[in-house]
């Protein structure tokens, strides 16, 4: 059982802006410092606390209850993150979208090189982030993916061979499309600890973590508690009855949604 968990930013407290996509729907998926300290004192001090690791590829071998921390986006907040997973002795998977490279929020070519230098994995989140990537032509994937791992593998001085999906818009083929770009382990955002095969390439769920959800709850996904886990598993399938029923609308109820939750007036 490979539990793996899904960040976005850490900023300092209300500075929402200062890393990563800007707008009520990208916000809720950050959380402030302090709080996510918290999550990791927690995790850390569980009784049945999971060993952290990070999977570079797909033949790397992993504990059955390997734990896994992984943040999407590339947001500047990332050097940072990776400094207070380091004073555990821990490692991250940083996912980055390759067209947002040095613009305001999100790292630079060498914060990417200094993360892969200090021992994460460094991976591909596509170039552009497309709003529903699973509707995507195969051409198009094939270029986000291709492209986006050709920038960062320049960047590193090595091939980049982990990506995450954008959105949590994930479908048979878009792995495929990742494997035969050479990706050998694709993060989607399905809440499952199974890992399953797509031609060459691993498929690894994770466990969605947003602002607000509290030290107890990310300490219990970490260690495989089966209660959280089901919540997220319903929740998730419900949402993707809602995304394949709305199509476009979707995304657009959900943004008016969280503005509403931000600013109730």
Same mark, same amino acid.
């Given at each position: 059982?490979?539990?793996?968990?899904?960040?976005?930013?850490?900023?300092?407290?209300?500075?929402?802006?200062?890393?990563?996509?800007?707008?009520?729907?990208?916000?809720?998926?950050?959380?402030?410092?302090?709080?996510?300290?918290?999550?990791?004192?927690?995790?850390?001090?569980?009784?049945?606390?999971?060993?952290?690791?990070?999977?570079?590829?797909?033949?790397?071998?992993?504990?059955?209850?390997?734990?896994?921390?992984?943040?999407?986006?590339?947001?500047?907040?990332?050097?940072?993150?990776?400094?207070?997973?380091?004073?555990?002795?821990?490692?991250?998977?940083?996912?980055?979208?390759?067209?947002?490279?040095?613009?305001?929020?999100?790292?630079?070519?060498?914060?990417?090189?200094?993360?892969?230098?200090?021992?994460?994995?460094?991976?591909?989140?596509?170039?552009?982030?497309?709003?529903?990537?699973?509707?995507?032509?195969?051409?198009?994937?094939?270029?986000?993916?291709?492209?986006?791992?050709? !920038?960062?593998? +320049?960047?590193?001085?090595?091939? =980049? *061979?982990? #990506?995450?999906?954008?959105?949590?818009?994930?479908? %048979?083929?878009?792995?495929?499309?990742?494997?035969?770009?050479?990706?050998?382990?694709?993060?989607?955002?399905?809440?499952?600890?199974?890992?399953?095969?797509?031609?060459?390439?691993?498929?690894?769920?994770?466990?969605?973590? !947003?602002?607000? +959800?509290?030290?107890?709850?990310? =300490? *219990?996904? #970490?260690?495989?508690?089966?209660?959280?886990?089901? %919540?997220?598993?319903?929740?998730?399938?419900?949402?993707?009855?809602?995304?394949?029923?709305?199509?476009?609308?979707?995304?657009?109820?959900?943004?008016?949604?969280?503005?509403?939750?931000?600013?109730?007036?």
């Amino acid at each position: 059982m490979i539990i793996s968990l899904l960040y976005h930013d850490v900023v300092p407290p209300g500075q929402f802006g200062v890393s990563g996509f800007p707008g009520d729907d990208a916000d809720i998926y950050k959380l402030d410092q302090p709080e996510f300290e918290s999550h990791l004192e927690a995790i850390e001090r569980s009784s049945s606390r999971p060993g952290v690791t990070a999977l570079h590829r797909a033949d790397a071998g992993l504990d059955a209850r390997a734990l896994l921390f992984t943040f999407d986006d590339g947001g500047a907040s990332a050097l940072a993150t990776a400094t207070l997973l380091e004073t555990r002795g821990w490692r991250g998977h940083f996912l980055v979208t390759t067209d947002y490279i040095g613009k305001h929020g999100f790292l630079t070519a060498e914060n990417i090189l200094e993360l892969h230098q200090r021992g994460h994995v460094v991976g591909s989140h596509s170039c552009s982030h497309p709003s529903r990537m699973s509707h995507c032509p195969r051409a198009q994937l094939e270029r986000e993916w291709k492209e986006s791992v050709r !920038v960062l593998s +320049d960047i590193m001085g090595e091939k =980049a *061979r982990v #990506a995450s999906v954008p959105g949590g818009y994930y479908s %048979r083929g878009v792995a495929e499309a990742a494997a035969a770009s050479g990706i050998e382990v694709l993060f989607n955002s399905e809440p499952t600890s199974r890992v399953e095969r797509v031609d060459n390439c691993l498929v690894v769920g994770r466990y969605s973590i !947003v602002r607000g +959800d509290s030290s107890a709850t990310a =300490a *219990r996904l #970490a260690c495989g508690d089966w209660r959280p886990r089901l %919540r997220q598993f319903l929740v998730w399938n419900a949402k993707k009855v809602a995304k394949r029923l709305g199509g476009n609308y979707y995304l657009a109820i959900r943004k008016s949604l969280l503005r509403k939750a931000v600013d109730p007036s």
